[in-house]
């Protein structure tokens, strides 16, 4: 009887089964660390680009630290602030997150250097009182370390999940390291009010238009007999008033660099580019709607890719607006070395603004789809319908604000549009469910009503507190970290 075969090679199969399942091991550890090491990465390019473009120029050292850390600042922006476009289409199913990924970072890249703006003041948005801090190394310590507290608070708020205001965190760290550097005089703080007065204004005004716009569609397109039809006559109007919108939007908030135009010109502007948008979407929306159901999912259909449109034009404004906030202090810095002094006004050099515009795209891709999520499914449900009224309450409201002379947050607009919307279904669940006699009987226990909430407290929670607290944090981070490179300077 033939003996059966041994296998020689057990004690090797079993190594080379536990180098498999180390390598499985190492590769599933170090897959959270990609992310931080590409943005590393990014930072230690950035350095170096400055480094190369600097030579050998005096103070070449702080011009390199300080465009590392606002490369630093731009990935969080991107990583922080983008998910307030890209968030309600993904949410509603218009985009994958994939699309939406590729489609900010394109767009932040083209409107942070097609329209990104020229000038900023040095003493970003008038927050520090002009001469104040006369010496531009104490200056330049300040500028430091408002950006460096900003990029930090940003961070751990993203870490959070709260999606908050890159432009009041760069203000609360320039008052930190102002007040520390000159003293409380040195601070505008009716300017600052007025910012104080914006974590009010911002969202509410964002959340009443939105839920003005979703009970209009409720009204004249959802609940009606004819849905199809309704959607024929309102959904070009629809789209007329959002081109005529986001034209007058990016005209006074995201082309400064091409044309300078007052908020008339403005206005006249997005009245002309509504009215065509109109007069070429009805025989498209007419196109798009044959043999489709008269049913609400269709109207889904309709919306999407207007909404795809307007998160892609928000990005936009949004690199051509917010991109100052990773590039000023830096240019800010670049100028005092180079000239010597402090100006009321500077240049952004081009390098600068390259290191901002692909900053953001970077964390965009890099740490965006955590907040992006949050923005779009975890507040509230949304659709395409929904999310269209979002996107059309944030360019509105800016256009309000800015006829008002209202200081307004882009990321607070977006976020209590969202709020908005998701509160007001919730009371015209109630309503509806009131005047059909759904609660007659049986009453609901209130722990039952609480689980039927359409909007999700403990977020609602988690954002205010990041709002109220974003000045004060930043400002805090910033005075103690100028205390530190001041201490090392000196």
Same mark, same amino acid.
């Given at each position: ?37 590409i ?32 490369a ?13 476009n ?7 199913? *218009? ?19 097609v ?10 948005t ?7 801090v ?42 930190g ?43 004249k ?5 004819d849905?199809?039809? *309704?959607?024929?006559?309102w959904v ?14 990016? *005209? ?69 607006n ?7 202090p830096?240019a ?33 891709i ?34 309000v604000?800015s006829?008002l002379?209202?200081?307004?947050s ?17 009371w015209?669940a ?13 009453p ?31 400002a ?14 000196g």
């Amino acid at each position: 009887m033939a003996t059966p075969p041994v296998n020689q090679w057990k004690t090797l199969d079993k190594d080379l089964k536990r180098i498999g399942l180390l390598e499985e091991a190492t590769i599933f550890v170090s897959r959270p660390l990609i992310a931080p090491g590409i943005g590393l990465a990014f930072i230690v390019l950035a350095g170096i680009a400055a480094a190369l473009l600097m030579g050998s120029q005096p103070g070449n050292i702080i011009v390199i630290a300080a465009a590392a850390i606002g490369a630093y600042m731009a990935l969080n922006i991107g990583a922080n602030d983008v998910a307030n476009n890209m968030g309600p289409a993904v949410g509603a199913n *218009a985009l994958t997150l994939g699309g939406a990924l590729i489609i900010a970072a394109v767009f932040e890249t083209a409107g942070a250097l097609v329209a990104g703006g020229d000038v900023v003041k040095t003493v970003s948005t008038g927050i520090l009182a002009p001469g104040t801090v006369s010496d531009s190394a104490h200056f330049i310590w300040a500028m430091m370390s408002a950006l460096l507290a900003a990029a930090l608070w940003l961070n751990l708020a993203t870490a959070l999940g709260a999606p908050v205001s890159t432009t009041h965190s760069i203000v609360g760290g320039v008052v930190g390291a102002g007040i520390v550097a000159a003293g409380f005089g040195a601070v505008n703080w009716g300017a600052l009010g007025t910012i104080a007065l914006s974590w009010v204004v911002s969202p509410v005004l964002g959340g009443v238009i939105a839920a003005v716009f979703l009970a209009f569609i409720k009204a004249k397109i959802i609940y009606v007999e004819d849905k199809l039809g *309704a959607a024929r006559r309102w959904v070009p109007v629809l789209i007329g008033i959002m081109a005529g919108a986001f034209a007058a939007y990016l *005209a006074v908030k995201g082309l400064k660099k091409i044309v300078d135009v007052t908020l008339g010109q403005a206005m006249l502007l997005g009245l002309a580019v509504g009215f065509v948008s109109w007069a070429v979407s009805v025989p498209l929306v007419r196109r798009q709607a044959e043999g489709l159901e008269n049913r609400k999912k269709s109207l889904k259909k309709l919306f999407a890719l207007p909404l795809v449109v307007s998160a892609a034009l928000l990005s936009f404004a949004h690199g051509a607006n917010d991109v100052a906030n990773a590039v000023g202090p830096l240019a800010a810095i670049v100028h005092a070395v180079e000239a010597g002094d402090i100006g009321d006004k500077v240049g952004i050099p081009l390098w600068v603004m390259v290191v901002g515009a692909l900053g953001i795209s970077v964390g965009l891709i890099l740490f965006g789809p955590k907040l992006i999520r949050l923005v779009g499914s975890e507040i509230t449900k949304l659709n395409p319908m929904r999310a269209y009224c979002v996107a059309l309450s944030a360019a509105i409201t800016v256009i309000v604000a800015s006829w008002l002379g209202l200081p307004v947050s882009s990321t607070h607009i977006a976020v209590g549009a969202i709020f908005g919307v998701g509160f007001y279904r919730e009371w015209h669940a109630e309503r509806r469910a009131r005047l059909l006699g759904l609660e007659k009987g049986k009453p609901v226990p209130p722990e039952e009503r609480s689980r039927r909430l359409l909007v999700r407290r403990s977020h609602m929670l988690t954002v205010a507190a990041a709002w109220v607290i974003t000045v004060p944090a930043s400002a805090g981070l910033s005075a103690l970290l100028y205390v530190v490179i001041n201490g090392l300077a000196g």
